[in-house]
Nanobody, 122 residues
Framework: VQLQASGGGLVQPGGSLRLSCAAS????????IGWFRQAPGKEREGVSC????????YYADSVKGRFTISRDNAKNTVYLQMNSLKPEDTAVYYC????????????????WGQGTLVTVSS
């Protein structure tokens, strides 16, 4: 089970980025996926999650209305579209997966990818 996150970079406040999380070694269809982030000096926090059936999604209050999680099972990839970015969104973003949606929402998924750095600054 491997996850590869990408799409991070430097963006100005108000801008947009789309993060990708590509899975290999397994099929995402049966897995729930979460995006998490960790800012310098802060604890890791959950950003957004999506269940294997896409029937359930979770967004942290701080990103509701600005971020959208989606998946493309044909590409075995999950995306995080981030709009109206703010300096406080600056962090290393990680994707993670588990067959258990509650485990992902609780922040304890079984498999983690490496992070991708998002910097929001003028």
């Amino acid at each position: 089970v491997q996850l590869q996150a990408s799409g991070g970079g430097l963006v100005q406040p108000g801008g947009s980025l789309r993060l990708s999380c590509a899975a290999s070694g397994f099929t995402l269809d049966y897995y729930s996926i979460g995006w998490f982030r960790q800012a310098p000096g802060k604890e890791r926090e959950g950003v957004s999650c999506i269940s294997s059936s896409d029937a359930e999604t979770y967004y942290a209050d701080s990103v509701k209305g600005r971020f959208t999680i989606s998946r493309d099972n044909a590409k075995n990839t999950v995306y995080l579209q981030m709009n109206s970015l703010k300096p406080e969104d600056t962090a290393v973003y990680y994707c993670a997966t588990d067959t258990s949606y509650p485990a992902v929402v609780a922040g304890i998924p079984g498999h983690w990818g490496q992070g991708t750095l998002v910097t929001v600054s003028s």
